[in-house]
């Protein structure tokens, strides 16, 4: 994970919104964030970790009231935006925080809001915020020991507990895939369920006789014989019955076309009379309909523009009257015309007049104005006097408090010494509590050892001495044995069962199935074999239950034994650490040299004066720093009053020079006359004069356009009334053409005259479907002629019997029941003898699965053994430990001046080996705080490598907050020289400090300040 972009507002003590770009800090390698204690350093990682996982270092329990004390209490909202790339496509992700306060309640703070996205090309697409966590690829409590490690747990993975170290790597390598002993179980659980589903299968088909296999192909193939011969009597009553069928149909369609054919001649007549009919419409059509149609239309026209020319004769009368109306009307408006540019001058002095009597308004505001404004500056200015001799005062009362400030270093060395005791009495009674835990759970452990006697196998044959556990074991590899004894025998009876069913067929002088004998002394008891395999079941099921019995007491003493014996191990180790801890208590209690404080009580009262003197120190500096402040500000308010001022002024003299050239433009309106006049007066007559201009204008438009529109109308019904009579002379001459063409076409025709040809006309002839008719009866008629004489032919001389072909089809139907019956028979035994077959095969089948289940099932009962108690993941576990251990190491040698080294025990726990001591080893927790900061140092280094390898990313991000105090100038050295040469392994490393001598080395960092008034701020040094 690296981070591009932090923003921040409104969290603990950032008031106004603050940016970091990480992208100026990052690329330098290694940077720094410095500021004095509280001035807000650590909210930043802080805000990293709550937008990227919701959680906090400081406010993470159920009453801590976290939205509320999250937000700082001077702001209403907070916000967080963090963005950040991660992976090996380093794909960049955005998380937004966001929270508001209740207006109307103070102490209500809603819960804050948090979205996430990631970038898709130039757009940010919304996802779910589980898929951050899954994209960093680590838990909040891994993040925090891996990437950004707060104040106060950089030591954290150093000390952790075997469990917790041991989740902690399971979850950072990703060990979860090797807990394989659950699988292995499910996978034993599926194969024994196949297993018995496969035995039910096999009890299923039973037992198949290949002798009962011959008998039956015999048998098919005396039935496939007579089925052969029913079906080749039955192809030849096949035959039979068509040749009936066909010399039927033949009879039956004769006499169908016969009765067809009568029909048909009975229409005759009426086809005949439609042709005539359909032969004089279409002559008529042809013939004189066009010139009929022609005359009437030209006769129409003649009479449309007869109509029309009298319609317009009409109105050209009346267009002549409106004409002789508008002229005077027009004449009248074009005397008001020759007024208008007088009216339009009056208006527009008027306008003037008005802009004349609004600029001498403010003319007397603005001169009001510069009055008053010239006696407020004069009061400000005295003001601000009295503030700069206020800030003298302050300063003196600074200086006094700065000369009785005390020093502090006795006093820091004095409380590290008594914290130091406070922590090493609370580990010593820590371990006390453990270890009194440690023996009440070792005898609960071996009572619960001691009640595996109080069972059952008590009164058999082991006793109190004897290991129970080996007992119970050979024990059920004897119960395993019989039962697979009892398997045997159940399938013996199984057998006996079988040959029952052939002994109650047994009989004197009958041939044994089996043997072939006829003679039977002994038949075999049926009821005997049945109660004996009933028997063996039920002892089965009862062996069955008893090695379940003792599998799981086997497995719950191996879980005693093995908890016992950790529980011995942690004791002896509990024990350890006590006299070490009880040690470190006497010798630190011999350093005891402060005897002005010989209780915490008195150190802590000293403590408590000396903050308070600190604290009345910087209030005094943040008054001071107000008030500079504030007189800045005041003398910019009085310099830009003054700039107001002077802008007034120039306003001044502008209106004046606007006002005297407006009334010098004055020539038609008296100006005294006007001047005692109202604003809305003046406006009103201008108004009033525009409306008469406009409404003058309009009405010599429309009369003006109305004459125009007379005019036209007049000449276009003239044109119109001239062009229509002369078409109604050329109209007439065509009709009298027209009419002549007709009588000479009628005399040459057959019809007698023109009532005739137009009753001819008037019928409803269908022409189109009355051909349509005479051809369709046409084609019948032939079609039906050619059949009759085709059916005739075929049928020859022959006859039909009706009564014989009902006879012959009662004995066809009686043979193919026969058949129908004997193929039955047929497929029956051919499908039963398939089946047979087809079990056999299954059952060959079933017995080579059923091996490889069993060989399968002892394999995974090995691989289950090795499996048990997550041996297999602590094994991986210690093996990357181990080499996390190695990769630390490599600095930690450097860092302490080859001195010491970090390895690994047996419960995957540190111990150091000391070269300065002969290489003897020694618990961590012996380190001093420079030496266990070196080592802290080394591992995180070690683990941030780790997760890179893992996520895959290009960069190694590590961030560490504070941890440098506890270090003396060399030590400081040494590591500050570690963290630069990090620069040339494309690593990233910020660190966050107060220490002033890193502040100094580091070139690329922020510092971070508080003010009393705006908070926390940032100011960059890139």
């Given at each position: 994970m690296i981070p591009i972009k932090l923003s921040i507002k409104g969290l603990y003590s950032y008031q106004e919104k603050q940016t970091i770009d990480f992208t100026k800090l990052t690329s330098a390698h290694l940077f720094g964030i410095f500021g004095t204690v509280g001035s807000g350093k650590s909210t930043i990682l802080e805000a990293i970790t709550f937008a990227l996982y919701g959680k906090t270092e400081r406010l993470n329990l159920a009453g801590d009231n976290r939205n509320y004390n999250m937000m700082n209490l001077k702001s209403d909202e907070l916000l967080i935006e963090f963005i950040f790339k991660t992976g090996s496509s380093a794909k960049e992700y955005q998380v937004l925080v966001r929270g508001k306060r209740n207006s109307k309640k103070f102490d209500d703070v809603k819960t804050f809001e948090r979205t996430a996205y990631f970038k898709s090309g130039d757009s940010w697409e919304p996802i779910s915020t589980d898929k951050i966590e899954a994209a960093i690829g680590l838990s909040y409590d891994n993040f925090k020991r891996t990437i950004i490690i707060p104040q106060g747990l950089f030591q954290e993975f150093l000390q952790l507990g075997q469990k917790d170290r041991s989740q902690m790597m399971k979850e950072l390598f990703n060990l979860q895939k090797y807990e394989l002993f659950y699988k292995v179980v499910a996978l034993e659980s599926r194969n024994n369920e196949k297993l018995q589903i496969l035995e039910g299968r096999l009890k299923e088909l039973g037992?198949?006789?290949?002798?009962?296999i011959e008998e039956k192909k015999v048998e098919l193939a005396e039935l496939q014989k007579i089925y052969n011969n029913l079906k080749e009597d039955l192809e030849k009553a096949n035959r039979s019955k068509i040749g009936f069928e066909q010399l039927r149909d033949l009879h039956n369609r004769l006499t169908l076309l016969q009765q067809k054919m009568e029909l048909l001649l009975s229409h005759q007549e009426e086809i005949t009379l439609l042709e005539k009919q359909i032969t004089e419409y279409e002559y008529c059509l042809f013939h004189f309909k066009p010139?009929?149609?022609?005359?009437?239309?030209?006769?129409?026209?003649?009479?449309?523009?007869?109509?029309e020319v009298n319609h317009c004769k009409t109105e050209l009368e009346q267009v002549k009257q409106r004409i002789d109306t508008c002229l005077p009307i027009l004449n009248t408006l074009k005397l008001e015309q020759d007024k208008r540019e007088s009216k339009i001058q009056q208006a527009d002095e008027l306008i003037k007049m008005v802009q004349i009597n609004k600029l001498q308004s403010e003319l007397l505001i603005l001169n009001k104005r510069i009055e008053e404004g010239e006696a407020y500056n004069s009061n400000f200015k005295n003001d601000v006097e009295q503030k700069k001799l206020t800030s003298q005062k302050i300063e003196l009362q600074l200086k006094q408090l700065k000369s009785q400030r005390v020093d502090v270093t006795e006093l820091t060395t004095a409380k590290e010494w008594y914290t130091q005791k406070i922590e090493l009495q609370k580990q010593e009674q820590i371990l006390i509590n453990e270890i009194n835990q440690l023996t009440q759970e070792q005898n609960s452990l071996k009572k619960e050892y001691d009640s595996f006697y109080n069972n059952e196998y008590n009164k058999l044959e082991f006793g109190r001495d004897e290991k129970l556990y080996q007992f119970l074991e050979s024990d059920l590899l004897r119960i395993e044995n019989e039962l697979v004894e009892t398997d045997n025998q159940i399938e013996y009876f199984s057998i006996q069962a079988k040959l029952a069913e052939y002994a109650s067929n047994l009989h004197d002088g009958?041939?044994?199935?089996?043997?072939?004998?006829?003679?039977?002394?002994?038949?075999?008891?049926?009821?005997?074999?049945?109660?004996?395999?009933?028997?063996?079941?039920?002892?089965?099921?009862?062996?069955?239950?008893?090695?379940?019995?003792?599998?799981?007491?086997?497995?719950?003493i191996s879980k005693n034994q093995i908890e016992s014996q950790a529980l011995q191990k942690k004791d002896a180790?509990?024990?350890?650490?006590?006299?070490?801890?009880?040690?470190?208590?006497?010798?630190?209690?011999?350093?005891?040299?402060?005897?002005?404080?010989?209780?915490?009580?008195?150190?802590?009262?000293?403590?408590?004066?000396?903050?308070?003197?600190?604290?009345?120190?910087?209030?005094t500096e943040n008054q001071l720093e107000i008030n500079a402040k504030e007189i800045e500000a005041e003398l910019l308010k009085l310099h830009h009053y003054q700039q107001k001022l002077e802008e007034l002024k120039h306003q001044l003299t502008d209106i004046n020079s606007k006002y005297t050239t407006l009334k010098s433009q004055l020539s038609v309106i008296p100006y005294n006359q006007w001047s005692i006049k109202t604003?809305?007066?003046?406006?009103?007559?201008?108004?009033?004069?525009?409306?008469?201009?406009?409404?003058?204008?309009?009405?010599?438009k429309v009369q003006q356009a109305q004459l125009d529109s007379l005019n036209k109308a007049n000449e276009s019904l003239n044109s119109k009334i001239a062009l229509r009579t002369m078409d109604m002379q050329k109209e007439q001459q065509f009709i009298e053409t027209k009419k002549s063409e007709f009588e000479s076409l009628v005399h040459q025709s057959q019809f007698t005259g023109l009532a005739y040809i137009l009753s001819v006309l008037a019928q409803p002839t269908d022409s189109a479907n009355g051909k349509q008719r005479i051809e369709s009866y046409n084609q019948q008629m032939a079609i039906l002629q050619e059949q009759l004489k085709a059916t005739r032919s075929e049928k020859g001389e022959k006859t039909y019997d009706a009564e014989a072909h009902k006879a012959f089809e009662l004995e066809f139907e009686q043979l193919n029941e026969t058949y129908a019956t004997?193929?039955?028979?047929?497929?029956?035994?051919?499908?039963?003898?398939?089946?047979?077959?087809?079990?056999?095969?299954?059952?060959?089948?079933?017995?080579?699965?059923?091996?490889?289940?069993?060989?399968?099932?002892?394999?995974?009962?090995?691989?289950?053994?090795?499996?048990?108690?997550?041996?297999?993941v602590n094994y991986i576990s210690t093996v990357h430990l181990q080499n996390l251990c190695k990769d630390a190491n490599n600095r930690f040698f450097k860092l302490s001046g080859q001195k010491l080294s970090l390895e690994i025990t047996e419960d995957n726990n540190f111990q150091v080996r000391d070269f300065m001591n002969d290489g003897k080893v020694r618990h961590v927790k012996t380190l001093s705080g420079g030496q266990t900061f070196q080592a802290a140092l080394s591992l995180a280094l070690a683990l941030a490598d780790s997760v890179q390898k893992n996520s895959a990313s290009a960069e190694n991000f590590f961030f560490l907050d504070e941890g440098f105090g506890s270090l003396d100038n060399e030590s400081l050295q040494i590591v500050f020289d570690t963290l630069k040469t990090l620069r040339n392994e494309n690593r990233i490393v910020g660190i966050i400090s107060h220490v002033e001598e890193l502040q100094q080395e580091i070139d690329t960092h922020i510092r971070v300040s508080n003010s009393e008034n705006s908070g926390s701020f940032i100011t960059p040094n890139y």
């Open positions: 037992e198949i006789q290949p002798m009962v010139i009929l149609d022609v005359l009437h239309d030209s006769e129409k026209r003649l009479q449309e523009n007869t109509l009958k041939p044994c199935p089996l043997c072939g004998s006829l003679e039977h002394p002994e038949i075999f008891n049926e009821a005997e074999a049945a109660k004996s395999l009933q028997n063996m079941r039920k002892l089965k099921d009862s062996m069955k239950q008893k090695v379940q019995w003792v599998s799981q007491l086997l497995q719950k180790d509990l024990k350890s650490k006590l006299a070490l801890v009880q040690t470190q208590n006497k010798e630190h209690q011999q350093q005891f040299r402060w005897e002005k404080y010989p209780k915490i009580e008195i150190l802590n009262e000293a403590l408590s004066n000396m903050e308070a003197q600190e604290k009345k120190i910087t209030a604003s809305e007066f003046i406006e009103e007559e201008i108004l009033r004069i525009r409306q008469n201009v406009v409404q003058m204008d309009a009405e010599y004997q193929n039955k028979l047929f497929i029956n035994a051919e499908s039963e003898l398939v089946k047979l077959q087809n079990d056999l095969l299954k059952q060959q089948l079933l017995i080579k699965d059923r091996e490889q289940l069993e060989l399968r099932s002892a394999d995974l009962k090995t691989l289950k053994q090795l499996f048990q108690g997550s041996k297999f």
